[in-house]
């Protein structure tokens, strides 16, 4: 009976770490994604890089939590020689649940300017 319970227990908190390191990393690539779709749109010929900022809060409010889409920001740069749109968001890492850290995650996105 004793086995029972103190296998049963690792197993269990094995299981909610695997499913934390999980959503951490769901969490991450979500964010990675509407960065990036913000970019793309802020990048567009007939757009400015603040609409990608707008677009960007809009998809994390929707897919994670309005509390991952406060501090968005975008602006134009250059790497390689190539005029970029750079959307940054800065989040929380998830540690319980959603809840953690605030302002571990650093995620850029990125899309080529077509005004050049």
Same mark, same amino acid.
């Given at each position: ?23 951490? @990393? ?8 509407? #960065?990036? /779709?913000?970019?793309?749109? +802020?990048? =567009?010929?007939?757009? %400015? ?14 897919? @994670? ?8 920001? #975008?602006? /134009?740069?250059?790497?390689? +020689?190539? =005029?970029?749109?750079? %959307? ?29």
């Amino acid at each position: 009976m004793a086995d029972f319970v103190m296998v049963s227990v690792l197993v269990v908190v094995l299981f909610l770490a695997v499913f934390q390191l999980g959503l951490t @990393l769901h969490t991450r690539n979500t964010l990675i994604s509407c #960065a990036s /779709e913000g970019a793309r749109l +802020g990048a =567009r010929l007939d757009a %400015v890089p603040g609409q990608g900022v707008a677009r960007t809060q809009s998809l994390i409010s929707q897919s @994670l939590s309005p509390q991952y889409a406060r501090k968005v920001s #975008a602006r /134009e740069s250059v790497v390689d +020689g190539v =005029r970029v749109v750079e %959307v940054r968001v800065v989040a929380p890492i998830p540690v319980i649940g959603l809840l953690g850290p605030g302002d571990q995650l650093d995620i850029v996105g990125r899309a080529f300017l077509e005004s050049q």
